[in-house]
């Protein structure tokens, strides 16, 4: 069963960057699909990015395209989230997720078996 623990959330300007990063233990990383989702205050857990075990495919939510990037370095058991220009409706609590799926990368919060507990992420405008 891996465990995951979430940083590099923060207060930033709007227009500036963060990278957010995934640690796991108690497993492979590489045995698993990863994504990042978020809540807004007052909203529903969103999908941000997800990213397969191989990295050979990624997806974006709508709102993120062009900006977020996820990756992976699955020999240092991690996962990253670099957030470019961000929006204040970018503020959310970002959690980091593990899918056990052999192929691909799902966008499906229901899909997702372990999760962070979350890092914090505000930007002021």
């Known amino acids: 069963q891996v465990h995951l623990v979430e940083s590099g959330g923060g207060l930033v300007q709007a227009g500036g960057s963060l990278r957010l990063s995934c640690a796991a233990s108690?497993?492979?990383?590489?045995?698993?699909?990863m994504a990042w989702f978020r809540r807004a205050p007052g909203k529903e857990r969103e999908a941000v990015a997800a990213?397969?075990?191989?990295?050979?495919?990624?997806h974006y939510g709508d709102s993120v395209q062009g900006r977020f990037t996820i990756s992976r370095d699955n020999a240092k058991n991690m996962m990253y989230l670099l957030m470019n220009s961000l929006k204040s409706e970018d503020t959310a609590v970002y959690y980091c997720?593990?899918?056990?799926?052999?192929?691909?990368?799902?966008?499906?919060?229901?899909?997702?078996?372990?999760w962070g507990q979350g890092t914090q992420v505000t930007v002021s405008s």
């Open positions: 108690g497993g492979t990383l590489s045995a698993y699909a």
């Open positions: 990213i397969s075990r191989g990295a050979v495919t990624t």
């Open positions: 997720a593990a899918d056990d799926r052999p192929f691909g990368a799902s966008i499906v919060e229901t899909d997702y078996d372990y």
